[in-house]
């Protein structure tokens, strides 16, 4: 069982919990996106010590928009009708940035992706993205378990 690790920050620094379901898809998106990178990048260096380019390329071609995109469309029938929406969100949000190699519509799927992983993390359901993470790495066939 993962920790709470959000509800442990919010405590430690004397931050009252806020209504999430007021945040925006792309707050969502923009914790998210780190929480995303943590979990890979933890991945990685948990398997042993490797040579930083090497864990930063192995990173670098998991957390892009195109293999997020790849993780929600793999995943779909595995979420909850909540994560559906929440999903939904942040796809139909209108970010101001673009991804530099992705389409348009993999790059709004990934932000719906990190919302998913945004609004997980932010209700203390890391347990969750985690298993997510994991059926898609399965389901994608990464290499990143072996």
């Known amino acids: 069982m993962a920790a709470d690790l959000n509800s442990y920050l919010n405590s430690f620094f004397n931050i009252e919990s806020k209504d999430i379901r007021t945040y925006s898809p792309l707050t969502l998106a923009y914790i998210g996106d780190a929480v995303f990178d943590v979990i890979i990048r933890s991945i990685l260096v948990n398997k042993g010590n490797t040579a930083v380019n090497k864990l930063h390329q192995r990173a670098s071609g998991i957390v892009?928009?195109?293999?997020?995109?790849?993780?929600?469309?793999?995943?779909?029938?595995?979420?909850?009708?909540?994560?559906?929406?929440?999903?939904?969100r942040g796809r139909n949000s209108k970010p101001h940035t673009k991804a530099k190699n992705a389409s348009t519509i993999e790059y709004l799927d990934a932000t719906g992706f990190e919302a998913v992983m945004g609004y997980l993390y932010l209700t203390d359901n890391l347990d969750r993205a985690l298993e997510l993470v994991k059926l898609g790495i399965e389901k994608l066939e990464l290499d990143i378990l072996d």
């Open 64 to 88: 892009k928009a195109k293999t997020q995109s790849d993780f929600v469309h793999i995943l779909m029938d595995d979420l909850t009708q909540d994560e559906i929406d929440i999903y939904k």
